[in-house]
């Protein structure tokens, strides 16, 4: 989670130098170092990660709890804009997927290979020239 500007601002004037943000980085490291031998092992990185896990859980909640029970319903929680998804997984646009448009579909839900104007998807390598 992002800390406030006055938590990195340790002399409070308004301005953030490196030292302080040097500073800040050790603390939060330190934080994190349950044990403190300068390291930070397997448990202490999954013991940040479920904090972070946790945080996000509350913010995904605080955004879509329309009815405010504190939990998320089927109905309240975010879903892939299914005509988007469903225009690019449509290769024949005949409003339907036959078995053999779904097996072409990407991970991202659009026919493989039909990423960017060279045909490149997220994540390829691109030829050296």
């Not at 601002?9 to 330190?30: K, N, W």
Request: no cysteine.
């Amino acid at each position: 989670m992002r800390p406030d500007f006055s938590q990195i601002d340790a002399d409070g004037d308004g301005l953030i130098t490196a030292a302080e943000l040097d500073s800040h980085g050790a603390a939060r490291f330190a934080a994190l170092d349950a044990d403190g031998d300068g390291a930070l092992s397997a448990d202490e990185l999954a013991a940040m990660t479920q904090r972070i896990q946790a945080d996000s859980a509350v913010r995904m909640i605080a955004r879509f709890d329309a009815d405010g029970d504190r939990k998320l319903s089927q109905a309240e929680m975010p879903g892939p804009d299914r005509t988007r998804m469903m225009a690019r997984m449509d290769i024949n646009e005949d409003g339907v997927l036959d078995a053999g448009e779904f097996a072409s579909a990407g991970r991202h839900g659009g026919p493989r290979g039909h990423g960017g104007a060279d045909g490149a998807r997220h994540g390829d390598r691109m030829p050296s020239k």
